[in-house]
């Protein structure tokens, strides 16, 4: 293999790995990784490193890293005091180290940003990456290598485990040994000074060993890195997400409805989905699917068939798999023609099947075994209720063999016991041969669930993005006299003009500079008319008085313009009103809302939802990130209240749905194409019968405080 090629191999597959601050005091960090080190059967190089000198367990300790009898060292692992690390790395990079591990703490996390700026800087200037500081340690089973001060005993296995939070992180290490789930690896990033999740997913994804990746973030930096790498990963192995912080902390001082209703949870939640990952709300359930997922195989088809002993089990069961979005199988004559025989006659076939409160484990495994074979069955659901013909080995045996019987010919099971003591100890006894089990129904539904979601996001037909070549040089000029200006926003007639060249219609209208020319443009567009004051310090009209609807005539048309002044002034009396804007009154339809933003973390995001002026009220919106295909545009649409509305209701025609997802295809060209624009919104966004289209009434463009273009 040629290393060059796939460069974060040697953090995971090191020839030789060097730890500096190793102590023969026992109580101490760098002693814990060295031992850790060689427990977990490392067979690379392993030298530990101090002034003092001496012996740890039986390796010679050396007193630098510059030691010319040292050989290759791939990674340094750094257990000392943050005073010290700037020139222990100093001498990394004489060494030629290539990767950093920096336990230390004491760094931006707590305000010290100059001193880890310093030490990336020069590992950067000097070939070297940086995993942390403040973290734990990597462990990789490639390598046999537990570089972490965490627990020895680590399972090995087939999940990648990355960790932002370096406490939960050992205590993972922990869990997943005990609930039986083998590790891959296990990454801390920590400060994230350099690398990040997405550098440990390249290789995850590249890793033959790893089946299923797990990751706790609490914020991203590279969001938009991040989507791309999942782009290449969620078809090919599942990822499993766990973000804390659902505040909508950053949102508060938006600008526009976009900004505010982008929760930087909601964004996150929707453009993860969006990227095929599983988002799991608590640890309990992330490793639940972990195990799960791990090591089943993905169904062939939808049709899910529940086998219980109890009838209130199944019940509680086929509620779930509504939740779960799980299809139980319907088909009355192939349930009859594979379970009939073994079922009793005083139980059911119908799904779910009911084998009934006398059911044995051999009972099971005839019905089990009848579904095993059949076309047309894709994943079992197997549910056992504490009966008092409950024998906990037979039952033990007959899971783990129904559990492996399954897994060969590919087709996916769940099992899920509930009782009392009995069924504790089946439970604990499967769970320490590391067959997934679950004491609750819910859960058991849930972990199929999960693994459906990954089944039906890569058996999605790749599709390209949907995108709108636009005149960019003409947006440019026109972002570029704004800014001359010293705006950064938009006037009524600059955004429309705006509008012109993107291709979002909008209704006929003139700018009319005072009451004359109010009445001419009305006369030449024609009546009924709306009138709307135009002024860069107003920007909430209708608040100020600014807009008048229905305007039939020149005598409306005189009456709504001095009463506009007057509100307005009495508004904001310093306030420069440039005149009025004079505009067709359009007719009613639906009316919704289209937002497109730059997202602090994933970039290009856009918004559909309800319109008008309750959105902030009805927060009806959804989001998704930019690039994006029109299948997912058409799914943001579907997760509204607006898509019955689209739809029609009460006999209603149709509306132009097509013309909606044209417009959000639009603004979110614009907005991934042209980044000094900050937020655009459209609100409200007609949308008449299909085949007549929608018309755009307001738009709102901000730009970048940025200077230049
Ligand atoms: N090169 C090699 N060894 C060095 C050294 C250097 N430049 N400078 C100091 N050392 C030695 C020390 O002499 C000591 O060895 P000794 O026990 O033989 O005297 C050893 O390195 C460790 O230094 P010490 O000063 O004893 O520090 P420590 O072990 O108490 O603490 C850290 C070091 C890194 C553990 C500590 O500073 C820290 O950051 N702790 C928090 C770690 C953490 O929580 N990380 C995040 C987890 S999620």
Request: with cysteine.
């Amino acid at each position: 293999m040629n290393r060059n090629v796939w460069d974060i191999r040697y953090l995971f597959e090191p020839d030789g790995v060097a730890i500096i601050g190793a102590s023969t005091d026992s109580s101490k960090i760098g002693h814990t990784i060295v031992d850790n080190i060689m427990a977990s059967g490392y067979r690379g190089k392993i030298y530990p490193i101090n002034p003092r000198g001496g012996d740890l367990n039986g390796i010679e300790i050396r007193t630098t890293i510059k030691d010319p009898d040292i050989g290759n060292v791939d990674v340094a692992v750094l257990s000392i005091p943050s005073k010290f690390v700037y020139e222990a790395v100093k001498e990394c990079g004489e060494k030629g180290v290539k990767f950093l591990v920096i336990i230390t703490s004491g760094f931006s996390e707590v305000g010290n940003s100059s001193e880890e700026k310093r030490i990336v800087e020069y590992a950067t200037d000097h070939g070297m990456r940086v995993l942390g500081p403040n973290i734990f340690g990597i462990y990789s089973a490639n390598a046999d290598m537990n570089a972490t001060f965490g627990s020895k005993n680590v399972l090995k296995g087939n999940v990648g485990i990355i960790t932002q939070s370096g406490a939960l992180g050992i205590a993972m290490i922990g869990k997943t040994a005990i609930e039986g789930i083998g590790l891959s690896a296990m990454i801390s990033l920590g400060n994230k000074s350099d690398l990040d999740e997405s550098d440990m997913m390249e290789y995850l994804l590249k890793d033959d060993n790893t089946k299923i990746i797990m990751c706790y973030i609490e914020g991203v930096q590279n969001g938009e890195r991040f989507l791309e790498t999942l782009s290449r990963i969620t078809r090919r192995k599942p990822v499993i997400v766990i973000k804390s912080g659902r505040s909508k902390r950053g949102a508060m001082a938006a600008a526009s409805h976009t900004g505010s209703l982008a929760g930087s949870d909601k964004v996150f939640d929707k453009v993860m989905r969006q990227a095929g990952v599983i988002r799991a709300d608590t640890l309990d359930e992330a490793f639940n699917w972990c195990k799960f997922l791990s090591q089943s195989p993905l169904p062939r088809g939808e049709n899910v068939v529940i086998v219980t002993n109890g009838g209130g089990i199944g019940v509680l069961a086929t509620d779930a798999c509504e939740k779960y979005e799980l299809k139980l199988l319907d088909d009355v004559r192939l349930m009859e023609e594979t379970y009939g025989d073994a079922t009793p006659e005083f139980g059911s076939v119908k799904n779910p099947v009911d084998i009934t409160g006398g059911a044995r484990a051999g009972d099971y495994d005839k019905a089990l075994g009848a579904g095993l074979d059949k076309e047309g069955i894709d994943a079992v659901l197997s549910l056992y209720c504490e009966t008092s013909t409950l024998n906990v080995e037979n039952l033990v045996k007959m899971i783990e063999e129904n559990h492996h019987r399954y897994n060969m010919k590919g087709k996916p099971i769940v099992f899920s016991l509930v009782g009392g003591e009995k069924v504790a100890r089946a439970i604990e006894t499967l769970t320490e041969k590391g067959i997934p089990i679950y004491g609750d129904v819910d859960e058991a539904v849930q972990v199929l669930g999960a693994l459906y979601r990954f089944f039906r996001f890569r058996s999605e037909p790749a599709e390209a993005v949907a995108e709108v070549k636009l005149d960019i040089g003409k947006v440019r000029g026109m972002i570029k006299r704004v800014k001359d200006d010293e705006r950064t926003f938009l006037l009524a007639d600059e955004a429309k003009e705006l509008m012109k060249v993107v291709g979002v219609t909008m209704p006929r209208s003139k700018v009319a500079r005072n009451l004359d020319e109010a009445v001419r443009y009305s006369n030449e567009i024609g009546y009924p008319l709306v009138m709307k004051v135009v002024s860069r310090d107003i920007i909430h009209k209708s608040d100020a008085g600014g807009v008048a609807l229905d305007l039939e005539n020149e005598e409306e048309i005189i009456d709504a313009y001095q009463a506009i002044m007057t509100s307005c002034r009495a508004h904001d009396p310093n306030a420069r009103i440039e005149g009025v804007e004079v505009c067709e009154m359009v007719k009613k339809g639906v009316e919704t809302i289209i937002g497109a933003r730059q997202d602090n973390n994933f970039g290009p995001v856009i918004m559909f939802g309800m319109g008008g002026i309750y959105v902030e009220v009805l927060k009806d919106v959804s989001f998704r990130s930019v690039p994006i295909t029109r299948t997912e545009i058409t799914r943001m649409i579907k997760e509204t209240k607006a898509y019955p509305l689209l739809l029609g209701v009460r006999g209603e025609e149709k509306k132009d749905i097509d013309g909606v997802i044209d417009t959000i295809i639009r603004l979110g060209s614009l907005i991934s194409t042209c980044r000094e624009i900050t937020d655009i919104e459209i609100n409200p966004l007609i949308a008449y019968d299909q085949g007549k289209g929608v018309k755009a009434l307001d738009v709102r463009v901000l730009l970048s405080k940025e200077k230049g273009v």
